[in-house]
């Protein structure tokens, strides 16, 4: 199966879409899906964004915050479920650093996906922190 990665303007996606693509990830329990005007906001502020499609159907989205010199910051990475483990979040998180190849890729994980960062080259960093509003 193949597939298309590229680098799109968040402010002009199907909205509807991208929601999709964060309910059928598992991303969706975590995020505002609910927030319509918020979801908004955060796809159409992210001045990175990466997608995935097959078929001219979205899959696949890597939102990252980025100064394309010194740090990316990856905010969210989706891959619908029926697409997970088949090299699709590798490939958006590849297209993301190739946009900013200077810059180091900093995210914050899923619970479950603690054990999958590691295996795709990021190392551990024991001093973030997160101040909530």
């Not at 479920?81 to 590798?90: E, W, Y």
């Not at 900013?100 to 973030?128: C, N, R, W």
Request: charged share 25%.
């Amino acid at each position: 199966m193949s597939w298309s990665i590229e680098r799109e303007n968040g402010a002009d996606l199907d909205l509807e879409e991208v929601l999709r693509v964060y309910r059928e990830s598992g991303l969706g329990e975590r995020r505002p899906i609910e927030e319509t005007e918020r979801m908004a906001a955060m796809v159409r502020n992210a001045n990175l964004v990466v997608t995935c499609r097959i078929d001219d159907e979205l899959v696949g989205i890597a939102r990252s915050i980025s100064d394309f010199s010194y740090v990316t910051y990856l905010a969210d990475i989706a891959v619908v479920r029926a697409h997970q483990r088949s090299g699709i979040g590798r490939d958006l998180i590849d297209a993301t650093r190739k946009e900013a190849p200077q810059a180091k890729i900093v995210l914050l994980s899923a619970p479950a996906a603690t054990e999958y960062y590691p295996y795709i080259g990021f190392t551990a960093h024991d001093s973030a922190w997160v101040l909530n509003p």
